[in-house]
């Protein structure tokens, strides 16, 4: 890549850096006993990044079970003011049960813990897990290791997917999982939505994430026989 093109993406990324985390923090100040969880989650991330995956043993291992690639674990994440306002519109409440499947670090569920809901978030490695569940926990929410693919939605009122680096065959794997859940369930997907039958498309909508602004789906679980 030529210097002057580096330099513009280097100055972009920074610029976006400033920008979501300013609007985290003038969010969070509404809710200060998520500041302390998220300054320490900050302070991690900066000492290790979340954007980088070392092919160890244990990844290769994980990602040979859960049949992925390693190109699938590169990806962004989502502020919290971004994710705050999409479960406003999304209908998420006090009593509601948000999933994030492919939770990374957890920034997703402290907007749900902004918004009173229960959350709890599914990650396949084990070293974002390991940095971050015991942040999540001051905060009220969970934060597991495990196989989205695989994942016990029962409970879920909504379920929040960030898979802009996931491939088709994946993706196709987690919309069978989605599958198992209540009729009435929202889905949220970023980048794409859910293709195939069972879930009525209900809003699009264009959100500011940490590599850009990106398209963002709402979607409804449909009762068996309501919709193809």
Request: proline share 5%; glycine share 8%; hydrophobic share 45%.
């Amino acid at each position: 890549m030529p210097f002057p093109q580096m330099l513009a993406v280097r100055v972009w990324s920074v610029l976006l850096e400033v920008i979501t985390r300013l609007g985290d923090l003038l969010v969070l100040v509404l809710r200060p006993r998520l500041v302390p969880p998220y300054l320490s989650l900050w302070l991690r991330e900066a000492l290790a990044s979340p954007y980088r995956a070392r092919r160890s043993f244990d990844v290769v291992r994980v990602l040979h079970a859960s049949q992925q690639h390693f190109r699938e674990l590169i990806y962004g994440e989502t502020p919290i003011h971004t994710a705050v306002w999409l479960f406003k519109k999304a209908g998420l409440t006090s009593s509601s049960q948000l999933v994030d499947l492919g939770a990374g670090r957890g920034r997703v569920l402290l907007a749900a813990r902004w918004m009173g809901a229960r959350a709890r978030g599914i990650e396949l490695l084990e070293q974002h897990v390991t940095l971050a569940s015991g942040l999540a926990r001051r905060a009220g929410a969970e934060l597991r290791q495990g196989d989205a693919t695989q994942a016990d939605l029962g409970d879920a009122t909504h379920v929040f997917i960030n898979w802009t680096a996931l491939s088709p065959e994946t993706r196709e794997r987690i919309v069978e999982r989605l599958r198992t859940c209540r009729p009435g369930t929202r889905v949220l997907t970023v980048t794409r939505p859910v293709e195939g039958p069972g879930f009525t498309l209900l809003s699009r909508h264009s959100l500011l994430f940490t590599w850009g602004v990106e398209h963002v789906w709402i979607h409804e679980r449909c009762a068996p026989g309501d919709a193809l």
